[in-house]
């Protein structure tokens, strides 16, 4: 059976109209649940890979507005749920209050704000839950017990797992030591969504019977790359094939 995966992307990378040919090839690659990155030009908890792609769609031009259309349109034939990600200053500039509301008119089921951590949230999981929209807290594996605790009690059905600390990119080794981590979670009864630095199907078909689904986001950026102005469609869709498991090569 092929494991589930949320496949990362940014909105307008490389540009708007190839980003809507990347949603549509991570959907029918299989993808389970589709995170939609709104760049912002100072991205503290991503690496090269994904800055330099919150760059260029900036430079493509990106706006919230331009986002907020794009998940709407990308919503009219996803069969998945679709998580915004960003940060909060982006949130901030447009209210938090109105960006919840906005996120959930453009069709989007959910959010990950890392930087707006559960207790430090400006009211957004309050102003979320009255709208039906999921709002993901992140963790680390330095997280203390009863931070944790005192982060899955605030409700809400899921938990973003970072499989370790610092910066997305670097490649993850997949162990004891993030294995445990993703079991204090489990003991808390959350959806586990799982990443940071996961690029293979190894790593994915180790990580799958721990979590929810695994997110892959560096690696698939650095696919649009290598695809460059070729069949874009194709060569994600079998990448996304490749790491559920759907494709034999």
Known sequence: MA??????????????ERSMKVAKAFLDGGAKYLEIQ???????????????????????????????????????????PIFVMSYASLVYARGVERFVQDIQRAGASGLIIPDLPVGYDEGLFEYALARGI???????????????????????GYIYAGLRTGITGRITPIGEQNLSFLRRIHAHGKKILAGFGVATREQVKLLAPNVHAVVVGTALIRSIEEAGSGDLYTQLRAKVEELAGKAVL
């Open 3 to 16: 494991e589930s995966l949320m496949t990362h992307m940014v909105a307008y990378y490389p540009n708007r």
């Open 38 to 80: 709104f760049p912002f030009s100072d991205p503290s908890l991503d690496g090269p890979v994904i800055q330099a792609a919150c760059t260029r769609a900036l430079e493509s031009g990106f706006r919230v507005d331009g986002g907020l259309a794009l998940v709407r349109e990308i919503s009219r034939f996803a069969g998945s």
């Open 134 to 156: 999921e709002v993901v807290p992140v963790v680390s594996p330095t997280v203390r017990e009863e931070r944790l605790a005192a982060i899955c009690a605030r409700g809400g």
